[in-house]
């Protein structure tokens, strides 16, 4: 049971809901819109601060305001989902969050800037699926991952001065999120810096670029491209091993597949379903066998029948 205050709006005095906390156990934790017809517009201080029961979170459009350590130290916290009508930011909302790696951001009104804030709050990768609101009403996608940064402080004794370096390419792919726009020119530019930080890294910003291509240019499609097809047997074991068989990981699976460069070739090989299929056969995995080879099908009937037994 949500545990929250009645609040009068400071500036027009309209009546809101502000949360404070939770009563009992809960495991994904969905904020509702309105409480008795009132609006919730407010995450309070240290609301859920602290808590090893919460794995994921939902916060209604109505949601204005998030207030400081409102998710702190939420140990099992894994995804969060928001809307972009999040004003109000406060410091250390989702600090030592250190299991959070999955973040969807709804953008309907074209404010970009909690996404910047969660990158600044959070120096860990993190993995955003943007749904952006256009204004002829359609939707389009982005998934875009953003890698960790570390700071290193050195004391120079003799000097009398620290000195301090960033490591990681985390915070120069930071620095391409505005508060109203997100500069995908130079986010894609970051792909060799991105490369060095490591493989697994690499290959989820290339894969979110490729089958959520929003504003990419053919030049770096062409690179990603590239990338994908050459790790395409590391890329897909990895699938495969972590895949837990939502709807959401069988579609991102099928898209894959389903891939096709601009001349109509996939990025896998033959050996790469056939390693596929043997993985999730012996995992117990029956619905991702199916989508792979239903899916490895269309790349000209190359695949007619396997063998599952």
Known sequence: MFLYEKKN?????????????????VRKLAVPAE???IAVEEIGNHSFSGRDDIESVQLPESIKTVYGFAFHNCKSLKEISVYDGIIDYYDGVLRQCDSLRNIDVT????????????????????NFRIKILKENGSIEEALLTFPEYLYDFNENTMARTIQFS??????????????TFINFREYDKLFEKAKIDGKEIAEDIALGRLLYPYELAEGY???????????????????????????EELEYVGKLLDYRTSDEKALFLDEHIEEGIKRATDAGKTLLCAVIIERSKRQSGSFEEFNLL
């Open 35 to 37: 409480i008795d017809g």
């Open 107 to 126: 953008i309907n009104n074209g404010r970009y800037e909690i996404i910047r804030n969660f990158l600044a709050d959070v120096d860990g990768t993190l």
């Open 221 to 247: 499609r062409e690179k990603y491209e590239d990338y994908v097809s050459v790790n395409f047997g590391s890329i897909f074991g990895r699938m495969i091993e972590g895949a837990s068989e939502t709807e």
């Open 9 to 25: 709006h400071k500036k027009d005095g309209h009546e809101y809901i502000a949360i404070t906390g939770y009563e009992g156990a």
């Open 166 to 179: 960033i490591g990681g390419s985390g915070y120069a792919y930071r620095e391409c999120v505005d508060r």
